[in-house]
């Protein structure tokens, strides 16, 4: 293995010189420059695994730096050196491109871990083709989810990924870490709607034995279950506000301290976090600190609705019965044209999570190997009803209405009656909360803004459970 070769800057003489032992001892070459200027003419005439950037320097700021790597040695990690406690430079930088931030006064167990994973990312091959992630799409905006998951992937950034239920937004998650240097060590997903409160803290951040009525043993937390590698927090919108207080403190000072412990553990973990809310307008409500919004969205991801990218229902199609077929090991199926058609008119308001259940029923109800356009069971379902579920704010519907362009004359004209069209409706809006919330019913109720007994009451009416 060739020695890898660093370029320092910073004016301080006493932390460049901390700096170039540390790397040093970890058989790194280092080149030290004290301005941008220099720093400027090193990094044209040499190659370079790595840059530590001190962010206020003499001639200008590190964040210039930054950008002047990112446009003519888009390859190269850099990481800022930030003074204590300012956060803003940090996250700005990493909006800029830098992978990474270390705040002064300098850790070296943290500077050892950052250099380190620098180094991993460097080695990862370039620009792997778009086909190495599991995210299936041609359309423009799959395309370019997938850049940008390529290009973060190397990042230490924090990154919020947006998008509706069932849109993708955890293989998005999944992939950003696969093709990181942290791609070797645990992706942990944790559902913050899912922990119960009072056993929140102690999942997180672990706990020592006795420390609590029932604490029987140590336990470790997810951060130190993660360590090395990424921490994706979904539906984060669901965290109470004394959690989020302390998930801020452990993202900030990079340490969680377990309950009952002493110490503080530092730990180096990725964060990565989801919601199918719209994070920004819980924030303006006053249900989500301001203070973690904007550390955690540093990057941003949007993953769009399969509405929006209708194109890439035949592909996805295609996958999702090869994979279902594949796992019973029957041959896969096709689908005829008008089943094609239906699909691709189709709303998914639970988008390919919707369309993976719609496949799977319908895969089990065709008789040959042919999927007709019945199988799929989405009669009086397409795009006609949409402004009908929209008014009926299904969770993670967060398009605004659009124009709304149908002629309910004319679609009710091609039912028997004016009660078996809105039978449809109401079971297509039914089945769409429900499978949006994963067949639990009280959270289809909830949802829907109706009591349980209510839900129960019209899925019994429509045929769709029993008395
Ligand atoms: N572009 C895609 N290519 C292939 N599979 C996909 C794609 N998008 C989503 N899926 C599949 O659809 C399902 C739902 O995706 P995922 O769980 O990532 O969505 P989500 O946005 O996290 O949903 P939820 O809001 O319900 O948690 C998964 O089985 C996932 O593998
Ligand atoms: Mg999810």
Not at 178 to 191: C, E, M, Q, T, Y
Not at 230 to 249: N, Y
Request: hydrophobic share 35%; net charge negative.
């Amino acid at each position: 293995m060739t020695m890898k070769r660093a370029l320092i800057i910073d004016d301080e003489p006493d932390i460049r010189e901390l700096l170039e032992i540390t790397l040093g001892r970890m058989q790194i070459t280092t080149d030290a420059a004290a301005n941008i200027a220099q720093a400027k003419s090193h990094l044209n005439c040499n190659h370079y695994d790595l840059c530590l950037t001190d962010m206020r320097l003499p001639d200008g700021s590190g964040l210039e730096l930054v950008e002047y790597i990112q446009q003519q040695h888009p390859g190269l990690p850099v990481a800022v050196i930030t003074a204590h406690g300012s956060i803003d430079t940090a996250i700005e930088s990493m909006k800029a491109g830098a992978f990474d931030f270390i705040s002064k006064p300098v850790d070296l167990a943290t500077l050892r871990r950052l250099v380190n994973t620098a180094i991993e990312s460097a080695q990862l091959p370039p620009q792997e083709p778009p086909q190495t992630t599991p995210i299936i799409g041609h359309s423009k905006a799959i395309q370019d989810l997938i850049r940008s998951i390529q290009k973060l992937a190397r990042s230490q950034a924090p990154v919020y990924i947006s998008g509706e239920s069932g849109s993708g937004k955890e293989l998005v998650a999944r992939s950003i870490h696969d093709l990181g240097p942290r791609s070797s060590k645990p992706f942990i997903a944790v559902n913050c709607g899912a922990i119960p409160r009072e056993l929140m803290e102690s999942e997180f951040f672990g706990h020592k034995k006795g420390s609590f009525t029932g604490a029987h043993q140590d336990k470790t937390g997810l951060f130190q279950a993660a360590e090395g590698g990424t921490l994706f927090f979904d539906e984060v919108a669901d965290l109470p506000i004394d959690m989020q207080v302390k998930l801020l403190r452990a993202i900030q000072e990079k340490s969680v301290r377990p309950i009952g412990a002493a110490e503080e553990i530092t730990t180096d973990v990725r964060i990565l976090c989801a919601t199918h809310k719209n994070l920004e307008k819980e924030v303006a409500e006053g249900r989500f600190r301001q203070d973690l919004f904007y550390r955690l969205n540093v990057i941003q991801l949007a993953v769009a609705p399969l509405r929006d990218r209708k194109e890439d229902i035949p592909l996805l199609t295609q996958h999702l019965l090869q994979k279902l077929a594949t796992e019973i090991g029957l041959p896969t199926p096709h689908l005829s044209p008008a089943a094609q058609k239906r699909l691709e008119e189709y709303h998914f308001p639970g988008n390919v999570r919707e369309l993976e259940n719609v496949l799977e029923r319908a895969f089990t109800l065709c008789d040959s190997d042919t999927i007709e356009a019945e199988d799929l069971q989405l009669r009086g379902s397409t795009n006609s009803i949409r402004p009908v579920i929209e008014a009926g704010q299904l969770p993670g519907s967060q398009t605004p209405a659009r124009n709304n362009t149908v002629d309910y004359p004319a679609r009710c004209a091609e039912y028997p009656s004016l009660d078996e069209y809105l039978q449809d409706v109401e079971k297509e809006i039914l089945c769409s909360a429900l499978e949006q919330a994963r067949w639990n019913k009280t959270l289809a109720a909830k949802h829907l803004g109706i009591s349980f007994r209510s839900l129960r009451y019209r899925l019994q009416k429509l045929g769709l459970e029993d008395e």
